[in-house]
């Protein structure tokens, strides 16, 4: 389906945001392994690595989903992961961890992605009520 208000299709969209999920968790991957090796860095990255790289996991099962609200279900489990990914950056950024840019950056881009997730599910939402 056409949409009408950006000349795109429903698929090329859907393509658009997966590489925006991986490029996301690969972006994340590589901030990982810039970190210092020090226990506090490793600790965080970790824990940022996980959660960052399982977004666009959770996008994609969601993608696959075979009702409404298993759709939800998987997007709503992405956006926990990226508002406990951007708490890991919002960890890392006092402790000097990796540069404040490059964080910020990452943070912008966690919340455009939080963003079209949200209105992903409250348009569902909307849909399966009305």
Same mark, same amino acid.
């Given at each position: &389906?056409?949409?009408?208000?950006?000349?795109? =299709?429903?698929?090329? /969209?859907?393509?658009?945001?997966?590489? /925006? &999920? /991986?490029?996301? #968790?690969?972006?994340?991957? /590589? %901030?990982?392994?810039?970190?210092?090796?020090? =226990?506090? #860095?490793?600790?965080?990255?970790?824990?940022?690595?996980? #959660? !960052? =790289?399982?977004?666009?996991?959770?996008?994609? +099962? !969601?993608?696959?989903?075979?009702?409404?609200? +298993?759709?939800?279900?998987? %997007? $709503? !489990?992405?956006?926990? +992961?990226? #508002? +406990?990914?951007?708490?890991?950056?919002?960890?890392?950024?006092? $402790?000097?961890?990796?540069?404040?840019? @490059?964080? $910020?950056?990452?943070?912008? $881009?966690?919340?455009?992605? &939080?963003?079209?997730?949200?209105?992903?599910?409250? =348009?569902?939402?909307?849909?399966? @009520?009305?």
């Amino acid at each position: &389906m056409r949409n009408e208000n950006c000349g795109t =299709t429903d698929a090329e /969209r859907k393509t658009d945001l997966n590489q /925006r &999920m /991986r490029d996301f #968790a690969l972006q994340v991957i /590589r %901030l990982y392994s810039a970190l210092p090796k020090t =226990t506090v #860095a490793q600790v965080i990255g970790k824990q940022m690595l996980r #959660a !960052g =790289t399982s977004v666009g996991a959770h996008y994609c +099962e !969601g993608t696959r989903s075979r009702s409404d609200a +298993e759709f939800i279900s998987k %997007l $709503e !489990g992405a956006q926990q +992961e990226l #508002a +406990e990914t951007s708490y890991w950056f919002d960890l890392a950024q006092p $402790e000097s961890l990796a540069p404040a840019v @490059r964080l $910020e950056v990452l943070r912008r $881009e966690a919340d455009e992605l &939080m963003a079209i997730l949200v209105a992903s599910v409250k =348009t569902v939402k909307r849909r399966t @009520r009305g």
